[in-house]
């Protein structure tokens, strides 16, 4: 049976995790933190080519800035804490989002972890991080728009290959599974572009309580699909 060769996740629902346990919304984080090394274990193990997941939106600056400076940092410990492991997995990472209003720490571990996983060659974990479906289409707009201005790029001759060479990082494949936990069912603009024909999966458990065993859940319901691309089945029919 074939494995998708990308997944994407959206980790909701950690706030709600600590809440009905009775703990501070940031022990859901870091919780939601296991639970990401486990199922990153295990999405390699199956032979996923690339995974991507959304850690921060650009939308999530509105949070109270407690939190959002506990993320800062959990995000940047994470990578510093996580690098070597990931290394001798043969992860290769790249961040994926806005840089401009992250700290210079923040920065110092994106680059470091990128760089020292960038020759390797088993799963590309891809971190969404400042990252909005949106603001990744509007920073491709801006870029094509000056390559058009200055003649780089023909308006006329301009195809949809060509657009996603402006994309964050254009080596990410199409979405084929888009998995969100957490009871929501939306995409919150999350890889708008790459997600035009992802299987959706919907999962009810709280981010945290995700395991790898749900991975497969969610591999196994994919499997199952008929995925048409807009064509028809294969029927063998003339
Ligand atoms: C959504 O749950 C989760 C987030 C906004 C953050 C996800 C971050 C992590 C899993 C950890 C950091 C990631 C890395 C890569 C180190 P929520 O807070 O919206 O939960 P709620 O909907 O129950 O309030």
Redesign the pocket.
């Known amino acids: 049976m074939k494995i998708p060769s990308h997944i994407a996740i959206?980790?909701?629902?950690?706030?709600?995790?600590?809440?009905s346990k009775g703990l501070a919304?940031h022990k859901?984080?870091?919780a939601?933190?296991q639970?990401?090394t486990g199922v990153v274990r295990k999405a390699g193990e199956l032979g996923v080519s690339s995974l991507t997941?959304?850690?921060?939106?650009t939308e999530?600056w509105k949070?109270p800035g407690s939190?959002v400076s506990f993320?800062m940092s959990?995000?940047q410990?994470?990578?510093l804490r996580?690098a070597r492991d990931l290394f001798e997995n043969n992860t290769k990472v790249r961040v994926i989002g806005r840089r401009a209003q992250l700290s210079r720490g923040v920065l110092k571990a994106i680059n470091q972890i990128e760089e020292l996983t960038a020759k390797n060659e088993g799963l590309e974990l891809n971190?969404a991080?400042n990252y909005g479906g949106r603001a990744e289409i509007l920073d491709m707009v801006r870029r094509v728009v000056d390559d058009l201005a200055k003649g780089r790029q023909d308006i006329n001759q301009l195809t949809e290959e060509d657009l996603q060479q402006y994309l964050y990082n254009p080596a990410i494949p199409e979405i084929e599974l888009l998995i969100r936990t957490?009871g929501?069912q939306r995409l919150s603009n999350y890889l708008l572009w790459q997600s035009a024909y992802a299987e959706l999966y919907f999962c009810e458990k709280?981010?945290?309580d995700f395991t790898g065993e749900d991975l497969i859940k969610a591999i196994n319901s994919f499997q199952i699909r008929s995925r048409r691309f807009g064509g028809l089945e294969e029927t063998g029919d003339q």
Do not use: K
Not at 10 to 19: L, T, V
Not at 53 to 57: D, I, L, N
């Open positions: 959206i980790m909701d629902g950690n706030g709600r995790w600590a809440r919304r859901g984080h870091q939601g933190v639970a990401l997941v959304y850690a921060f939106s999530n949070r939190e993320l959990l995000f410990q994470t990578l996580q971190i991080f957490g929501e709280y981010w945290p």
